[in-house]
């Protein structure tokens, strides 16, 4: 059996590089030549080691979701009330959108920035994430609604997609230089459009309506 000759290279270093790239430029604009410049390998190499430019991002996307991305899974898991989900979701995306060491905003969301009809796939592949990430939450809010948590005339799939335009304009405000701070601040505001217990006792006709 051919054994190959050896890496020159630490692939999960390369790895997290082409992350760091896709993830600041976006795919289309991201070259082979600018992945090779960044990781510091021929194109030979990143070729033998990942595949060609499409096979590297999705490899890079799935690294990107279970590490840097994976607060959002672990929020709608871990919080059994859905408030506190969503506002651990919005509080850790506006931490982990301005952090020093990576690029800013999200990867799912930068990415796929002018896309080209060539990339359609691409595009097509980050926006099914984005809407799995939406019906996660529409389905945690709903279930919300059943347990009485929420006011059963809630709209879940109204309220889930304002929290994912929240966030992604999260993104966008972190790209455009928002600080932390600025993000939280937005999503302190965000919280204010929660449905609240007074909301569903409006509802019933037993209280007033919700300011």
Not at 41 to 57: Q, T
Not at 82 to 94: I, K, N, T
Request: charged share 25%; hydrophobic share 45%; proline share 4%.
């Amino acid at each position: 059996m051919r054994t190959g000759r050896p890496r020159s290279f630490d692939r999960d270093k390369a790895l997290e590089g082409a992350i760091a790239v896709f993830w600041e430029h976006g795919y289309d604009a991201t070259s082979i030549a600018l992945l090779t410049s960044a990781l510091g390998i021929g194109a030979a190499s990143l070729y033998a080691a990942f595949g060609d430019k499409r096979a590297l991002f999705l490899e890079s996307l799935d690294r990107y979701i279970r590490t840097y991305g994976a607060f959002t899974q672990r929020a709608l898991a871990e919080e059994p009330n859905a408030r506190d989900a969503v506002e651990r979701l919005l509080r850790e995306a506006a931490a982990a959108y301005t952090r020093p060491d990576r690029p800013r905003g999200c990867l799912l969301i930068t990415a796929a920035t002018n896309c080209s009809p060539q990339s359609a796939d691409i595009a097509a592949h980050l926006r099914d994430l984005r809407a799995a990430g939406t019906r996660a939450l529409e389905d945690k809010i709903a279930a919300a609604v059943r347990a009485g948590e929420l006011p059963a005339r809630t709209d879940a799939h109204a309220l889930a997609t304002f929290c994912s335009a929240v966030i992604q304009g999260m993104s966008a405000q972190a790209r455009d230089g928002a600080t932390r701070t600025d993000l939280e601040r937005i999503a302190e505001a965000a919280l204010h459009a929660w449905p609240s217990a007074t909301g569903r006792r409006a509802a019933d006709g037993t209280g007033a309506a919700p300011n």
